[in-house]
């Protein structure tokens, strides 16, 4: 199997920036799209970031200009690098990932973390 481990959550105020990991290991052939999601309790999850393998990129209206998602191809690594922070923001982030296997069919398989929770102070 293949697992995601978020990290780099934290308690911050407003303005702050943060910027969370997801590190992906396992028998991993390679990742083709990288996605960040965050809940709040009572919320469905929502797409917050998106990068596919070319490096192309989209993000939810709300962070547009203030999150940035890259991708480090060699450490099989998702980033989400959180800027201008707002209340609003505060949510339990997860990463999320398609990865080819090795095992058991190098099948495209969809992955998800643990989450990190990342809090915003008013």
């Known amino acids: 199997q293949v697992q995601l481990v978020e990290s780099g959550g934290g308690l911050v105020q407003p303005g702050v920036s943060l910027r969370l990991s997801c590190a992906a290991s396992g028998r991993i052939f390679g990742i083709n799209a990288m996605r960040w999601y965050r809940q709040t309790p009572g919320k469905e999850r929502e797409l917050v970031a998106a990068?596919?393998?070319?490096?192309?990129?989209n993000y939810i209206d709300s962070v547009k200009g203030r999150f940035t998602i890259s991708r480090d191809n060699a450490k099989n690594t998702v980033y989400l690098q959180m800027n201008s922070l707002k209340p609003e923001d505060t949510a339990v982030y997860y990463c999320?990932?398609?990865?080819?296997?090795?095992?058991?069919?190098?099948?495209?398989?969809?992955?998800w973390g643990q989450g990190t929770q990342v809090t915003v102070s008013s």
């Open positions: 990068i596919t393998g070319d490096g192309r990129t």
């Open positions: 999320n990932a398609d990865v080819a296997s090795h095992h058991p069919t190098f099948a495209i398989n969809n992955y």
